[in-house]
């Protein structure tokens, strides 16, 4: 039974890292918002509102990709930021709708290592996403931690 694997953590807590981690370990294919939305629109994503706008897009063409991959027998990573409900009920409906199992990796951070690690990401310039500090804050006033009363399977992940 093919799963559907989430990701829900504050900006460079590892969700990426964590993606290509479990697509080896399950065989699974990996599609990240992130790359999608700087490919699509290069430049054009320079305030929440295109965030917002381009994600749904995104959302709309991917989402029936996904249930028909999961249906197709094969595990997906889906390197989504599942950071608030909204986004959450989102990503279940995708799971829910191809009749598979899920699991939401919950890489669990504080703010200061988060943004540390954003720090050093954006200094390597290799993430297709390098936000500034005024971008994580207001990111992360957004932030909701997960709960299994969400009808969620969650894994925890602590340092």
């Given at each position: 039974?093919?799963?559907?694997?989430?990701?829900?953590?504050?900006?460079?807590?590892?969700?990426?890292?964590?993606?290509?981690?479990?697509?080896?370990?399950?065989?699974?294919?990996?599609?990240?918002?992130?790359?999608?939305?700087?490919?699509?629109?290069?430049?054009?994503?320079?305030?929440?509102?295109?965030?917002?706008?381009?994600?749904?897009?995104?959302?709309?063409?991917?989402?029936?990709?996904?249930?028909?991959?999961?249906?197709?027998?094969?595990?997906v990573v889906l390197d989504f930021p599942a950071n608030t409900l909204a986004n959450r009920e989102w990503l279940l409906g995708l799971a829910?709708?191809?009749?598979?199992?899920?699991?939401?990796?919950?890489?669990?951070?504080?703010?200061?290592?988060?943004?540390?690690r954003l720090h050093a990401r954006n200094t390597q310039g290799e993430h297709d996403f390098a936000a500034t500090d005024a971008e994580f804050?207001?990111?992360?006033?957004?932030?909701?931690?997960?709960?299994?009363?969400?009808?969620?399977?969650?894994?925890?992940?602590?340092?």
């Amino acid at each position: 039974m093919p799963t559907l694997h989430l990701l829900c953590g504050k900006i460079a807590s590892g969700k990426s890292t964590l993606a290509k981690t479990l697509a080896a370990e399950h065989a699974a294919i990996v599609l990240c918002e992130d790359h999608w939305l700087a490919t699509l629109y290069p430049g054009e994503i320079l305030s929440i509102a295109d965030y917002l706008s381009g994600a749904q897009r995104i959302r709309g063409v991917l989402g029936p990709l996904v249930i028909n991959v999961l249906r197709s027998g094969v595990n997906v990573v889906l390197d989504f930021p599942a950071n608030t409900l909204a986004n959450r009920e989102w990503l279940l409906g995708l799971a829910h709708a191809a009749q598979v199992p899920h699991c939401l990796h919950y890489l669990e951070l504080d703010d200061a290592t988060c943004r540390a690690r954003l720090h050093a990401r954006n200094t390597q310039g290799e993430h297709d996403f390098a936000a500034t500090d005024a971008e994580f804050d207001l990111i992360t006033r957004h932030f909701c931690v997960p709960s299994e009363s969400e009808g969620l399977v969650i894994e925890w992940r602590r340092p």
